[in-house]
């Protein structure tokens, strides 16, 4: 007899209600759960994989350990695996320094409570300054605008989605990601109620994306030239009077240094760099700041950019200055049940930026973390503060880094590394010892991170539905049993006395911390109250919390903080420059974007059938003419060659993409079968790493976050190679092809 019970999805950031038909051991059906009142019933294909992971037969259930010198690992005791860690980190860190152990923590680990609480344990023992995540991959520059605009880094704006009037994309495809540092679940129904109450939807991307198609208006600008749209925008707003930030005004500071930086870059200087024509950002400035609730939103595309740093800044401006943050209808705060960001702030912890600075290139660090970017050059470069020994945390680095490629052989330097997570894949394949952790329906859940970027205050707690596979263990217990034996083993007093607060968290474990953080929340709740309402619990919309949550001293917004001056000089310079020669139709480089896909999430869930089978999804995109410039045709093999390196995947000739770009997905690139590798259905649908050929040198001149957007690469056929059978792409309605060279026919009307 199946009974069913109640999950939540913890792929994306979207969190829907998951409602699970369980006979015994399996899961027979997964469905949305229509009674929960945030996510209404909506899923995705991926939830449908979640069990095919859990009882996938090629997840890592045991721990692992490599034989030295080899590539095939073992099978070992759990006390064998952590006294082995532990002694071996403790010992890295006696002889070599603290930051000699590096931390690198993966995506899956913001969505897990208990991860998130067991990882703060772990690094706050290790005490290591040579912390890496997928933040300076991803987020970083919203967060660091953040940071210096209102003072904590984690002060993350939302869009008010289910009430906005005008939703200005720039760089996210939320139809395909489900949107991020935007929880909003069925994301492309809301998308289509703000249009039928009359509101519009702008999407301004090099690719006419999924979500373009449904916003009906979309403008192709050229990857990485966003921060000077944004500026052009700011320009005519403040030459038009247009600027009007309401009762922010009263708390902002900088207006006036604002209207100086944006006035050299008048439309007409912009747009021939943007390739977005000066009279449409003229209309696009107008009708944003005279809308009367107004989204300008940026994600991954807008941050991971030569320019990300300052574009995220500059994207929060643009909504403070047509007073659209902190309103109804612009972009909010959530007020969290479990406000961890809160807590931060009251303890002082708001975020740090360039405080301390990478060893081999000197970038900045930001939360005590270092860019991706540098792993790969502090484990080869010798010397003091050389990282020897590395913890890796739901992290696939070699697939997900910039220059992914090089990472992989730095890993194979290391004195000793080890990796909690459920695959033995490109990156853990290096460990000596992979630790196995419980996931997904064996685990319970509450979204701390993700109810907290919300786009309504909402709280939803589950149990564990099944017993945890094989001898995995809880992500927490494993990290704290290494904050444990690691503060036990070290020599240094200092360090063992860490342990004590590693034992006693370990012993309030992470239920109870979840619990103490409700019970002190805004909305004072608990795990009980909240399991009273199993389907979740609505705490109503956003509300309008400013000055009151500003974190900095006089809880002031700074509108111009000074960091990103030298940024704006260099856009000056660049404007001041003609434009590139390279933009000619059909010369030899072509700009790269990435993609996110449906079925895919990042880098690991290849290895479910039911997401992987039919078409291949490896592909690169490219516009008509710059097909016909190189004599190319869909399914053909092309090789793309970037200064760092060269992969092989099928072409697929769209009119979606912007003449010049060319785009392909990421987290692809499977080590063959041939190589032996332990994915098997991922093996046989491996593709290639676009991670190959980005560049761990190119990157946001402010910040260090990798500038995927912007790669120059060489395209040509790969004669060699067989050609493959393309069917029409179903992700994406090819409608009418755009007539104009940057600008969609539906933007015309602008
Ligand atoms: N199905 C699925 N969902 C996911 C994920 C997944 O892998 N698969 N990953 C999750 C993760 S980790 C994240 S962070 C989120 C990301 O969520 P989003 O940011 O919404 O997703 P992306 O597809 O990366 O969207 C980036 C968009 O920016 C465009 N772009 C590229 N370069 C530029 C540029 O220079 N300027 C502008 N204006 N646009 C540009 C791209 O064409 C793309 O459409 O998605 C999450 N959700
Ligand atoms: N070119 C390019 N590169 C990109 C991006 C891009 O748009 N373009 N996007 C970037 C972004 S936004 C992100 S967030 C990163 C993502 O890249 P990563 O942060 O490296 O994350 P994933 O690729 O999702 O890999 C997740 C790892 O966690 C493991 N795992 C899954 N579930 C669990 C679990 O419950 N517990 C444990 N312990 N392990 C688990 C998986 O097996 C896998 O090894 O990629 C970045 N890289
Ligand atoms: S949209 Fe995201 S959270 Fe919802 S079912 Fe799909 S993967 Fe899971
Ligand atoms: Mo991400």
Known sequence: MAETRLHTCMLCEAVCGLEISVDGERATRIRGDASDPFSRGHICPKAAALDDIRTDPDRVTTPRRRAP????????????????ATTRLAEIQDRHGDDAVALSLGNPTVHSYAAMLGIILLWKTLGTRTRFSATSVD??????????????????????????????????NPVVSNGSIMTAPDVAARLKAVRARGGRIVVVDPRRSETADLAGEHCFIRPGTDALLVLAMLNTIFREGLARPGRLGAFTDGMERLAEA?????????????????????????????????????????????????????????????????????VMFTTPAADLSGLAAMTGEKGSFGSYTSRVRGLPEFGGELPLAVLAEEIETEGAGQIRGLVTFAGNPVLSAPNGARVGRALQKLDFMVSVDIYENETTRHANLILPTTFGLERDHFDLVLNAVAVRNTARYVRGIFAPAGETRADF????????????????????????????????????????????????????????????LDLGPLEPRLPGLLANT???????????????????????????????????????????????????????????????????????????????????????????????????????????????????????????????????????????????????????????????????????????ALPPRREHATTEPPDDRYLSRSLRHL
């Open 69 to 84: 010198g080899t590539s095939t690992f073992v099978p070992v005791s759990w006390r064998d695996a952590l006294d082995e």
């Open 139 to 172: 987020q970083l520059p919203q967060m660091l605008a953040s940071l210096k605009m209102f003072g904590s880094q984690t002060l993350l704006p939302v869009p008010d989605i289910d009430r906005t009037s005008f939703f200005l994309i720039l760089g996210a």
């Open 262 to 330: 944006a006035e050299p870059f008048a439309p007409e200087a912009v747009a021939p760099i943007t390739g977005i024509g000066a009279e449409v950002i003229r209309g696009l400035a107008r009708d944003f700041a005279n809308a009367p609730g107004a989204v300008a939103y940026g994600r991954v595309g807008l941050c991971t950019q030569e320019h990300g740093g300052v574009a995220a800044w500059l994207v929060n401006a643009l909504n403070v200055v047509t007073g659209n943050l902190d309103r109804v209808g612009g």
């Open 477 to 536: 217990d494993i990290l704290a049993d290494l904050a444990v034996g690691i503060a036990a083993r070290r020599s240094s007093p200092v360090a063992r006395a860490k342990g004590l607060v590693a034992r006693v968290t370990k012993k309030i474990g992470p239920r109870r911390l979840l619990d103490g953080l409700l019970r002190i929340g805004p909305h004072r709740l608990s795990i009980a109250e909240i399991e009273r309402h199993p389907h979740g």
């Open 554 to 724: 006089g809880r002031r917004i700074d509108l111009v903080p000074a960091i990103y001056t030298p940024e704006l000089l260099r856009l000056r310079d660049r404007i001041a420059q003609p434009a590139a020669a390279s933009e000619a139709i059909g010369t030899p480089r072509l700009t790269l974007i990435g993609r996110r896909q449906l079925r895919s999430n990042n880098s690991w869930m290849h290895n479910s059938l039911r997401l992987v089978k039919g078409r291949e999804a490896c592909t690169l995109l490219m516009n008509p003419d710059d097909a016909r410039a190189r004599g190319l045709k869909t399914g053909q093999r092309v090789r793309i060659a970037s200064r760092v390196g060269a992969i092989v995947a099928p072409v697929e000739v769209s009119n979606e993409m912007a003449v010049g770009s060319v785009s392909l997905p990421h987290g692809w690139g499977h080590a063959r079968e041939s190589e032996g590798s332990s994915m098997r259905v991922a093996a046989r649908h491996a593709g290639v790493s676009v991670n190959d050929i980005t560049d761990e040198h190119l990157l946001d001149g402010l910040t260090g976050t990798a500038s995927f957007s912007g790669v120059q690469v060489d395209v040509s056929l790969e004669i060699a190679a067989e050609s493959v």
